[in-house]
């Protein structure tokens, strides 16, 4: 899905000082769906471009704590991981 924002031109100018605002829009979307437990660690990699990894130190760095979860709930979320990666490299 595309998704279309509109930012006004001060806003916008002031936003890319400091980077892509296209990408920090897609940041801040990813950082508050995980803090509201509407997307998983997986998604957010996903949405980011990046592996499981960088998406928890990315989430460190936002002082989005990681969300506390069972053992066999990491467990499906590895085999997760496992087969996006997968579906990257073939």
């Known amino acids: 899905m595309e998704v279309t924002i509109r930012v006004p031109d001060e806003l916008a100018q002031r936003l890319s000082t400091a980077g892509d605002v296209s990408r ?3 940041e801040a979307f990813a950082l508050e769906g995980y803090r ?3 997307l998983t ?26 969300a506390q979860i069972d053992e066999a709930e990491l467990e499906r979320e590895a085999k997760l991981f496992e ?4 579906r990257k490299k073939g």
């Open 83 to 86: 087969e996006a990666a997968r």
């Open 36 to 38: 509201s437990n509407s």
């Open 41 to 66: 660690l997986l998604e957010v990699s996903e949405l980011l471009g990046m592996g499981r990894i960088e998406t928890e130190d990315f989430l460190g760095r936002h002082n989005v704590p990681l």
């Open 24 to 26: 920090q829009i897609v």
